[in-house]
């Protein structure tokens, strides 16, 4: 390790009571914390729990105070629409202050929960901040999922009031959301109070009063509101996120912790100052947008660019590249699926060479395992570093990475650098033994995790003992599998539950599975993910139809395909369901989904010893090539 990261990285594990301590003298308290870590009640650790703050006055009013209120705090820029807009600190805050007088007269107040179903619109960032103004609990959903996913969120969190908008713009479709808002509204149990949505130019749609009033009336008739003095042990979002079951688990953010540590992040891990641009492109409906599009940035007092967009289609591959050189934009967070998707379209970055990017200083990668061919790639066209870090929606920020603004370090393709301090990351062994560099077992990180991270699920103390802190005594289990190597650089390799990377995007196979056993024709079922050249991964369903059915199979396929775009969204990118005799099974009865997916993958497989008939492994591969679905990646 070089000397200067590796100092301060063992600093924040030899004493990270000292080093949070410093980091928290960087943000604005009412009442700054004098306890600064509790631990009587392991796992549930609290940071900072005597002091008083606000998310909305860290991430806007304290610029203003600090004499740069007319900086640019956030560019929106929607090429899928043609819309351009900017807000200084001081107008932000003006949208911000009043959305936040239009939801206390709505009847929000401080600890409830807001729903956000909405698209990457300026709107929905004003909604999140004023939600953090007044101390209500926001729970973003994105809006690529389905109604019952929503319905799911509102009758978990028992939102008070639900905010949307008329629609949302995807390449080729626009996305209504009121009829899946009513729906879900519909299917839930919790009844929300009020619906708040936001009219799209040329897309208004009717609404119900008094139940349901418009952005722009609710603003009208609101005045300015200030910031509330929140515990910094009180909540500041719930965001769901995929579980090993259909039930999502309600993840939740405390509020001093997270300002402090994602502030600390901007500098130290991504080398941005107050006056650099930055862009991360991805969705506020995830955790990197939450953290990466709207709130780090914003605290540390820098720009953020609002995109709404994909890399491709909208209208080129080089979107992208116009971003980045019309805003300056100095460093950009995305997923690799989006690097992949621009060099499939402009494998030889043609597009690029029409822009100027010489402000362009580093590239950040992260939600899947960044493919060292794209990485690469993207080097060469962009002659700046590209950095494959590792987090979680549970972190919140970078388990591990290379921490440009500490020092950078040599880049190892295909691992995600090493632990950010706060983070002490190990290797567990099946054997519950601690490993030794270069072997393989679960990555795990030494508990107390640091600031901004989960300290429960939501309404859920048990389910977060239970499924991170119990297997591996004293840690965090992070259900990554992966290893170690001799100079401390991480390589994440896999998941060790049934969760699946779509696209950067995380899913559960087991809640496609529940989705599909509701088929009346299906008798059981198996889903996988498979190598995607493109996404990363891609879910494929294996049916076993119910004795007796003699319906078209293709049909069937079909119409599981619409249900599992029905019920969980079309980010599931669920389109492949095939019908097939049976599903090899060990002799207990636990289905094989490891070997289907190795054989979809083409990859090498020992016959499982525990396999109820081995006969079936060589069906399997008949049909996935049948189907054309053999070794896709
Ligand atoms: N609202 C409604 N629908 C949405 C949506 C949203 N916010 N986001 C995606 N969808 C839909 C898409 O329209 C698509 O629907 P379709 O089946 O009708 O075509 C489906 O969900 C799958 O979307 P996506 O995964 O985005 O695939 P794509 O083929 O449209 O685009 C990429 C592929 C690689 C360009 C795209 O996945 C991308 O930009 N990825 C960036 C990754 C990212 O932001 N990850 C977040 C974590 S960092
Ligand atoms: P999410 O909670 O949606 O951010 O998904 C977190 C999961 O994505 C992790 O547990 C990993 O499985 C995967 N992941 C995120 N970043 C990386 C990375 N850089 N390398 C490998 N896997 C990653």
């Known amino acids: 390790m070089s000397d200067k990261f590796h100092k301060i990285y063992q600093q924040s594990i030899d004493n990270p009571e000292n080093f949070w301590a410093e980091a928290a003298n960087d943000v604005f308290w009412f009442k700054k914390p004098t306890k600064i870590l509790n631990k009587s009640n392991p796992p549930f650790y609290k940071w900072f729990e005597d002091g008083v703050t606000n998310t909305c006055y860290n991430a806007l009013d304290i610029h203003i105070d600090n004499g740069h209120g007319d900086k ?12 351009k807009s900017q807000f200084t600190f001081k107008e932000l805050r003006q949208k911000v202050s009043k959305f936040a007088g239009a939801l206390k007269n709505q009847g929000v107040q401080k600890g409830d929960r807001v729903i956000i179903y909405m698209p990457m619109i300026p709107e929905a960032v004003v909604a999140m901040l004023a939600c953090a103004r ?7 959903v994105f809006g690529g999922f389905a109604s019952n996913e929503l319905a799911s969120r509102i009758d978990d969190s028992k939102a008070k009031v639900l905010i949307t908008a008329s629609c949302g713009f995807e390449p080729g479709r626009t996305v209504e959301y009121k009829p899946l808002v009513d729906a879900a509204i519909l299917q839930a149990k919790h009844k929300i109070d009020k619906l708040i949505l936001f009219q799209r130019p040329g897309h208004e749609v009717k609404l119900n009063a008094p139940k349901e009033i418009s952005f722009d009336e609710a603003m009208a008739n609101a005045a300015e509101t200030d910031c509330v003095e929140m515990n910094s042990n009180e909540y500041a979002y719930i965001l769901y ?26 500098k130290n891990i991504y080398n941005i100052d107050i006056d650099d641009v930055w862009w991360s492109a991805s969705d506020i409906g995830w955790i990197v947008g939450h953290s990466y599009i709207v709130y780090a940035p914003l605290f540390k007092g ?29 460093s950009l967070f995305t997923a690799p699926t989006a690097f992949r998707a621009i060099k499939k379209e402009d494998p030889e970055g043609k597009f690029f060479s029409k822009y100027d990017l010489s402000n362009f200083k580093s590239l950040f990668l992260a939600g899947e395992r960044a493919d060292p061919d794209t990485i690469k790639w993207a080097e060469n066209l962009l002659k700046v570093p590209v950095i494959d870090h590792w987090w979680q929606t549970e972190t919140s920020w970078a388990i591990s990475s290379n921490c440009t603004g500490i020092e950078m370090m040599k880049t190892k393709y295909g691992s995600a650098c090493k632990a950010v301090p706060g983070y002490d990351v190990k290797i567990i062994k099946p054997d519950q033994s601690l490993a030794k560099p270069n072997e393989m077992g679960d990555v795990v990180v030494k508990l107390p995790l640091p600031p901004g991270t989960f300290p429960t699920l939501w309404n859920a103390d048990q389910r977060y003992k239970e499924n991170y802190m119990t297997n591996y005594e004293g840690y965090y289990q992070t259900y990554d599998a992966g290893h170690i ?11 060790t539950d049934d969760i699946i990377n779509v696209a950067g995007h995380r899913l559960s196979t087991g809640a496609i599975e529940e989705v599909l056993s509701e088929h009346q024709s299906v008798a059981e079922c198996a889903v996988l993910g498979i190598a995607d050249k493109l996404k990363g991964q891609l879910p494929i369903g294996l049916i076993v139809l119910k004795s007796g059915v003699d319906k078209d199979h ?22 492949v369901a095939i019908v097939i005799k049976r599903l090899p099974k060990t002799r207990s009865g636990k289905i094989l989904r490891g070997t289907i997916r190795k054989i979809a993958d083409n990859e090498k497989f020992n016959i499982p010893p525990t396999i109820d008939d081995p006969a079936i492994l060589n069906e399997i591969k008949q049909d996935l090539i049948k189907h054309q679905i053999l070794n896709n990646g």
């Open 302 to 330: 820098c720009t953020t660019v609002l995109f709404e967009g994909k890399p491709v289609g909208t209208p080129d591959a080089g979107v992208f590249w116009k971003i980045i050189s019309e805003y300056k934009v100095k």
């Open 554 to 575: 293709a049909t069937i396929s079909k119409e599981c395909v619409q249900m599992v775009r029905d019920k969980i969204g079309p980010v599931a990118a669920f389109k």
């Open 485 to 495: 190597d001799e100079d401390g650089y991480i390589w994440i390799m896999s998941r």
């Open 241 to 266: 996120t995929s579980g090993t079951t259909g039930t999502p688990k309600g993840i939740v953010r405390d509020i001093g912790g997270h300002i402090v540590a994602l502030k600390w992040t901007m």
């Open 134 to 140: 007044i101390g209500a609990i926001h729970s973003v």
């Open 72 to 83: 640019t705090a956030l560019i929106y820029d929607s090429p899928i629409t043609g819309n």
